[in-house]
C-alpha cells in the first residue's frame, strides 16, 4: 500500500485554507488513478444476513478502503490527519465537503429568501417555537460566512425569472462572497439585449410563436 501512495499523482496539502474545491479535483484524480474513488463517495460495507445493520468490508473491500483513506489523508496537513485517523474513506471524504464544501447554490438561494421573508406565527404567544424556526435558519445558511453585499447579491439571483437562466447558471458557480452586483446586473441587460435583437430579427423575417413553438408566417 505504502507503493500503491507514493506512486500517486503529486497533490497539494490542503490545511483548511487554499482553494478547497481545486484541491478535491486534485484528489478525485489520484483516487480514480487508484481505481479507489467509489470508496470515497459511497459506503461500500455491506451487512450480512445475520446482522443487517452492521455493515462490514471484504477482505478486499477493506484494503482499497485502505488505500483511498491513506490517498487523502496523505494529502492533508497533519492537524486535519489527527481526526480522521480511524474514519473510512466515505466518512472523510463527507466530513471534509461539509467543513469546506460550497453549499448547493439553489438550496442556499432558497433558504436567504426563507430567512428574510420570515415571520413570527400568530398563534406563538411565548415566541419560543418561531426563535427555534429562525435559529434553524440561521444553522442552514451559516449566516456569519457571508458578507451583507453577498446576501444581498444572492437575493437578486434568487429573484431572476426563466427567461435569465444563463445568467442565474452562470454566477450560481461562483462562491457567494466573490459575487459583485455589477457583474449580474451588466449580464442581465447583455441577455435582455440579446432577447430583444432575437425578437426584431423574428418580426422582421416573419416568425411567431404558437404555443412555444416557433414558426415561419406564410407570405401574403
Given at each position: 500500500?505504502?507503493?500503491?501512495?507514493?506512486?500517486?499523482?503529486?497533490?497539494?496539502?490542503?490545511d483548511?485554507?487554499?482553494?478547497?474545491?481545486?484541491?478535491?479535483?486534485?484528489v478525485?484524480?489520484?483516487?480514480?488513478?487508484?481505481?479507489?474513488?467509489?470508496?470515497?463517495e459511497?459506503?461500500?460495507?455491506?451487512?450480512?444476513?445475520?446482522?443487517?445493520?452492521?455493515?462490514?468490508?471484504?477482505?478486499?473491500?477493506?484494503?482499497?478502503?485502505?488505500?483511498?483513506?491513506?490517498?487523502?489523508?496523505?494529502?492533508?496537513?497533519?492537524?486535519?490527519?489527527?481526526?480522521?485517523i480511524?474514519?473510512?474513506?466515505?466518512?472523510?471524504?463527507?466530513?471534509?465537503?461539509?467543513?469546506?464544501?460550497?453549499?448547493?447554490?439553489?438550496?442556499?438561494?432558497?433558504?436567504?429568501?426563507?430567512?428574510?421573508?420570515?415571520?413570527?406565527?400568530?398563534d406563538?404567544?411565548?415566541?419560543?417555537?418561531?426563535?427555534?424556526?429562525?435559529?434553524?435558519?440561521?444553522?442552514k445558511i451559516d449566516?456569519?460566512a457571508?458578507?451583507?453585499?453577498?446576501?444581498?447579491?444572492?437575493?437578486y439571483?434568487?429573484?431572476?425569472?426563466?427567461?435569465?437562466?444563463?445568467?442565474?447558471?452562470?454566477?450560481?458557480?461562483?462562491k457567494?462572497?466573490?459575487?459583485?452586483?455589477?457583474d449580474?446586473?451588466?449580464?442581465?441587460?447583455?441577455?435582455?439585449?440579446?432577447?430583444?435583437?432575437?425578437?426584431?430579427?423574428?418580426e422582421?423575417?416573419?416568425?411567431?410563436?404558437?404555443?412555444?413553438?416557433?414558426?415561419?408566417?406564410?407570405?401574403?
Open positions: 500500500m505504502a507503493n500503491d501512495v507514493e506512486m500517486m499523482l503529486e497533490v497539494e496539502i490542503f483548511g485554507s487554499g482553494n478547497f474545491t481545486d484541491w478535491t479535483e486534485q478525485i484524480l489520484a483516487l480514480r488513478q487508484k481505481g479507489v474513488l467509489d470508496y470515497a459511497s459506503d461500500m460495507r455491506v451487512g450480512t444476513a445475520e446482522e443487517p445493520d452492521k455493515k462490514k468490508f471484504s477482505n478486499t473491500d477493506s484494503k482499497a478502503d485502505g488505500l483511498a483513506v491513506a490517498i487523502i489523508l496523505r494529502c492533508l496537513s497533519k492537524s486535519h490527519r489527527k481526526r480522521f480511524r474514519s473510512i474513506a466515505f466518512e472523510v471524504w463527507t466530513e471534509l465537503h461539509k467543513l469546506y464544501g460550497i453549499p448547493n447554490p439553489e438550496d442556499l438561494m432558497s433558504n436567504i429568501l426563507e430567512l428574510f421573508s420570515f415571520r413570527m406565527d400568530l406563538d404567544k411565548e415566541g419560543h417555537a418561531s426563535a427555534v424556526q429562525y435559529s434553524n435558519l440561521l444553522d449566516f456569519m457571508f458578507s451583507s453585499s453577498a446576501m444581498a447579491n444572492l437575493m439571483l434568487a429573484s431572476l425569472n426563466k427567461h435569465h437562466d444563463l445568467v442565474h447558471l452562470e454566477f450560481t458557480k461562483k457567494p462572497n466573490e459575487l459583485e452586483f455589477d449580474i446586473f451588466n449580464a442581465v441587460c447583455a441577455l435582455s439585449d440579446t432577447h430583444k435583437k432575437q425578437r426584431a430579427y423574428d422582421k423575417i416573419g416568425v411567431t410563436n404558437f404555443g412555444g413553438a416557433a414558426r415561419a408566417q406564410r407570405p401574403t
